[in-house]
């Protein structure tokens, strides 16, 4: 288990001990001090139910934002979260598919919609035209370090 789910864990803890499901950031922070988890800001935005700490899925709760940096852990998670259908192999089909270093790199809602933009998928979908030029704004804050280096053609010789 990471260490965002221990955090959670202990949350989750605090508050069934006090049996009041409302916290808030300063509760957040100071857990997550405890833990050495250093972007509480992250710690109540779990994308899907894989991300949940078990202790949240045995009890069937989820986190809701209240707003004003306050949250809640609420019962029934298929009230919060929604278990997607099968799609039938009628509406499946082959996308050529052009991979780019950074498509794979992330997870993130955000991410997976750069994909689908990038690769013309939204495109297609809402216009039935990958030349279609729709407006998307994709923002995602990941804390990362990339490395890369740069080959240069010159006379001849690659250099770096």
Aim: charged share 30%; proline share 2%; glycine share 6%.
């Amino acid at each position: 288990m990471g260490t965002k789910q221990e955090v959670i864990k202990e949350i989750f803890k605090i508050c069934k001990k006090k049996k009041d499901f409302i916290f808030d950031n300063k509760l957040v922070k100071q857990v997550c001090k405890k833990y050495g988890f250093g972007n509480p800001f992250d710690v109540t935005k779990l994308d899907d139910t894989s991300k949940f700490p078990n202790i949240l899925l045995r009890e069937d709760y989820f986190i809701l934002h209240l707003g004003r940096g306050r949250h809640k852990f609420v019962k029934g998670i298929n009230n919060g979260y929604h278990s997607f259908e099968e799609i039938g192999g009628d509406n499946i089909f082959d996308w050529k598919y052009q991979k780019s270093i950074l498509n794979e790199f992330d997870t993130s809602e955000s991410n997976i919609l750069s994909v689908a933009s990038n690769q013309r998928i939204i495109h297609d979908f809402l216009y039935e035209d990958i030349v279609a030029n729709p407006k998307l704004y994709n923002a995602r804050r990941t804390k990362t370090n990339l490395s890369y280096y740069v080959l240069c053609w010159e006379k001849g010789n690659y250099n770096k």
